[in-house]
C-alpha cells in the first residue's frame, strides 16, 4: 500500500513546489534580484559571482550551488549550464531561475535527491549570457517580437559564432598527429571576441569544468558536438554531414539523458522537424562555425551539449509552467545518471561522476596540474586541475589509462567502468623520463 502511494505523494510535493514558484519573465534587474533572493534563501549552499560585464555593462551573474561555496574540492567535479546565449531565445533563462529556486527550495526541504546532488557536485547557473539582447527583445514583447530581434549582442554579434575557430586547427593538426585536446588559442584571440564571449572564454579556463549544457529555443533537440563539418566544401551552407567526436557514444548518451527525461523530446516530432531519439550530430543538422558546445571541447575538459528547448524563441508567460513540467526533472537528470530506460525513479548515480576520477601526484603525494589523461582508443585526451584530481567522463567497459606529465615517467593502469559508482583511478608519477608501466588498478570500486 506505502509503495503505490509513493507516485501520488510525489506528485502532491511537486504540485506544492510549483506552486511556490512564480511563472513570468524576468528583465534584467528582476534576474539579478531573483539571483541574490535565493542566495539570501540558501546562503550555506550558494554563491553569486560575476565572471564579467556585456557591451553594455551589465554583470554575466552566475549562481553557485555547492556544500562549500567558492571552494573546489578535489574529486569534486563541476557542472555549468548557460542561458539565454541569444537574447531573443529566453526559456533557457527562466528555466534556470526556476532550477535555482527548486533546488535551494528542495534542499530546504531536506530532499537526499537535491542535497546529495549539492554534496557531490559543484554547480554553476548562468541564467543569462547576453542580458544587452534579452533587453532588446524583451521591449517588443512576446507576441510582436521578430525572428531576430534580440538575437545577437549589444555590438550585433552573434555569441554562438563567436568564439576561436579551434576546429579548423583541428581538423588540419588530425592530418598531422597534432593535438586533440586543449588546442592554444591564436596569438590576437581576444581582439576577435566580444566582451561577453571573453568573459566566457576566462571563466571556463578558471573552473575545470567536466560537464555542460546550454540553453536555446527554436527547436526541441539536444544537440551534441561537433557543430561544424569536417567538411570544409560545405562550411557556408546549410548541409547535413555528420560529424562525430572522438566520445561520439557518450555523446549520444548525454543527449538522450536529457531527451528521454523531457517531457515529449524524445518523440522526436517536434517543430516540424523530426530528430530520432530527439538528439542530433550539430554537423548533420546543419554545420556551425565558431560555436561554444566545440570550443569547450577543443579547448578545455568539459563535454558540452547544446539543448534546443521550444518552438518558440519567447513563449508566453501562460506557457512558462508547462516548459518548466516538461524539463524539471530533465535538467536535474543531466547531472545524475540513471538506469537504462532513464526511469526517474531508478536514479543510481550521478552522470557527471560517470567514467573514472583520481589524483595524479608525484612521489611525495604533491598534485601535478596539466597531466594528461589519455585512454587508449579514444583519440581525446583530458587534463588534470590546480590540485591534481581529474575526470574523464565515460561509459561502461575496460580501458587502458595513462596519466603523463612533463618530467615524470607516465603510468599506465586498466580499469573497468560500471554502470554506477564512478572507477577511482589515481596514479603517482616518479621523477624522470622513461617508459610507462603496465600495472592493475587497485583503485577501482
Request: aromatic share 12%; net charge negative; glycine share 8%.
Given at each position: 500500500?506505502?509503495?503505490g502511494l509513493r507516485p501520488l505523494a510525489g506528485a502532491l510535493l511537486l504540485l506544492e513546489v510549483a506552486a511556490a514558484l512564480s511563472f513570468v519573465h524576468h528583465r534584467y534587474e528582476e534576474m539579478v534580484q531573483a539571483l541574490f533572493r535565493v542566495q539570501s534563501?540558501?546562503?550555506?549552499?550558494?554563491?553569486?559571482?560575476?565572471?564579467?560585464?556585456?557591451?553594455?555593462?551589465?554583470?554575466?551573474?552566475?549562481?553557485?550551488?555547492?556544500?562549500?561555496?567558492?571552494?573546489?574540492?578535489?574529486?569534486?567535479?563541476?557542472?555549468?549550464?548557460?542561458?539565454?546565449?541569444?537574447?531573443?531565445?529566453?526559456?533557457?533563462?527562466?528555466?534556470?531561475?526556476?532550477?535555482?529556486?527548486?533546488?535551494?527550495?528542495?534542499?530546504?526541504?531536506?530532499?537526499?535527491?537535491?542535497?546529495?546532488?549539492l554534496h557531490d557536485t559543484r554547480i554553476h547557473i548562468m541564467p543569462s549570457m547576453n542580458p544587452d539582447g534579452y533587453e532588446v527583445a524583451a521591449k517588443q514583447g512576446p507576441d510582436s517580437i521578430g525572428y531576430l530581434t534580440g538575437r545577437n549582442n549589444a555590438?550585433?554579434?552573434?555569441?554562438?559564432?563567436?568564439?576561436?575557430?579551434?576546429?579548423?586547427?583541428?581538423?588540419?593538426?588530425?592530418?598531422?598527429?597534432?593535438?586533440?585536446?586543449?588546442?592554444?588559442?591564436?596569438?590576437?584571440?581576444?581582439?576577435?571576441?566580444?566582451?561577453?564571449?571573453?568573459?566566457?572564454?576566462?571563466?571556463?579556463?578558471?573552473?575545470?569544468?567536466?560537464?555542460?549544457?546550454?540553453?536555446?529555443?527554436?527547436?526541441?533537440?539536444?544537440?551534441?558536438?561537433?557543430?561544424?563539418?569536417?567538411?570544409?566544401?560545405?562550411?557556408?551552407?546549410?548541409?547535413?554531414?555528420?560529424?562525430?567526436?572522438?566520445?561520439?557514444?557518450?555523446?549520444?548518451?548525454?543527449?538522450?539523458?536529457?531527451?528521454?527525461?523531457?517531457?515529449?523530446?524524445?518523440?522526436?516530432?517536434?517543430?516540424?522537424?523530426?530528430?530520432?531519439?530527439?538528439?542530433?550530430?550539430?554537423?548533420?543538422?546543419?554545420?556551425?562555425?565558431?560555436?561554444?558546445?566545440?570550443?569547450?571541447?577543443?579547448?578545455?575538459?568539459?563535454?558540452?551539449?547544446?539543448?534546443?528547448?521550444?518552438?518558440?524563441?519567447?513563449?508566453?508567460?501562460?506557457?512558462?509552467?508547462?516548459?518548466?513540467?516538461?524539463?524539471?526533472?530533465?535538467?536535474?537528470?543531466?547531472?545524475?545518471?540513471?538506469?537504462?530506460?532513464?526511469?526517474?525513479?531508478?536514479?543510481?548515480?550521478?552522470?557527471?561522476?560517470?567514467?573514472?576520477?583520481?589524483?595524479?601526484?608525484?612521489?611525495?603525494?604533491?598534485?601535478?596540474?596539466?597531466?594528461?589523461?589519455?585512454?587508449?582508443?579514444?583519440?581525446?585526451?583530458?587534463?588534470?586541475?590546480?590540485?591534481?584530481?581529474?575526470?574523464?567522463?565515460?561509459?561502461?567497459?575496460?580501458?587502458?589509462?595513462?596519466?603523463?606529465?612533463?618530467?615524470y615517467q607516465p603510468q599506465t593502469v586498466t580499469t573497468t567502468v560500471g554502470p554506477a559508482e564512478p572507477s577511482l583511478v589515481s596514479q603517482a608519477l616518479p621523477w624522470g623520463p622513461g617508459a610507462s608501466k603496465e600495472q592493475p588498478n587497485t583503485f577501482g570500486?
Open positions: 500500500m506505502a509503495r534563501e540558501c546562503p550555506y549552499v550558494t554563491r553569486v559571482y560575476s565572471i564579467g560585464r556585456s557591451v553594455e555593462g551589465r554583470h554575466l551573474y552566475v549562481l553557485e550551488f555547492s556544500d562549500y561555496p567558492g571552494i573546489h574540492e578535489p574529486l569534486e567535479p563541476e557542472f555549468k549550464y548557460v542561458g539565454n546565449m541569444h537574447g531573443n531565445e529566453v526559456l533557457g533563462r527562466e528555466l534556470l531561475l526556476q532550477l535555482s529556486e527548486f533546488l535551494c527550495e528542495e534542499y530546504r526541504r531536506g530532499s537526499e535527491r537535491v542535497t546529495r546532488l555590438n550585433g554579434v552573434d555569441l554562438n559564432r563567436n568564439f576561436p575557430d579551434l576546429n579548423t586547427f583541428m581538423y588540419y593538426s588530425g592530418e598531422i598527429s597534432g593535438p586533440n585536446h586543449h588546442i592554444p588559442l591564436p596569438d590576437n584571440w581576444k581582439s576577435q571576441v566580444e566582451p561577453e564571449t571573453l568573459a566566457v572564454i576566462q571563466w571556463i579556463g578558471s573552473y575545470n569544468f567536466v560537464l555542460s549544457a546550454n540553453l536555446h529555443g527554436g527547436a526541441v533537440v539536444a544537440n551534441y558536438p561537433y557543430d561544424k563539418s569536417q567538411d570544409q566544401r560545405f562550411r557556408s551552407h546549410r548541409r547535413t554531414v555528420n560529424t562525430p567526436t572522438p566520445d561520439d557514444k557518450l555523446f549520444q548518451k548525454l543527449a538522450k539523458t536529457y531527451s528521454y527525461a523531457h517531457g515529449w523530446m524524445h518523440r522526436g516530432w517536434n517543430c516540424g522537424d523530426y530528430f530520432a531519439d530527439g538528439i542530433t550530430n550539430g554537423a548533420s543538422w546543419y554545420s556551425l562555425s565558431k560555436g561554444m558546445q566545440d570550443f569547450n571541447y577543443l579547448y578545455t575538459n568539459c563535454f558540452e551539449i547544446t539543448l534546443e528547448l521550444s518552438c518558440n524563441k519567447f513563449p508566453p508567460e501562460k506557457d512558462l509552467e508547462r516548459q518548466w513540467m516538461a524539463n524539471r526533472e530533465a535538467l536535474v537528470a543531466f547531472i545524475e545518471e540513471q538506469r537504462e530506460g532513464l526511469n526517474p525513479a531508478s536514479t543510481v548515480s550521478l552522470q557527471i561522476h560517470q567514467g573514472i576520477k583520481g589524483m595524479v601526484s608525484d612521489e611525495n603525494n604533491n598534485g601535478i596540474a596539466g597531466a594528461v589523461i589519455s585512454v587508449q582508443g579514444i583519440s581525446h585526451d583530458v587534463t588534470s586541475g590546480d590540485m591534481g584530481d581529474y575526470f574523464r567522463l565515460l561509459l561502461p567497459g575496460t580501458y587502458t589509462v595513462t596519466a603523463s606529465a612533463e618530467g570500486r
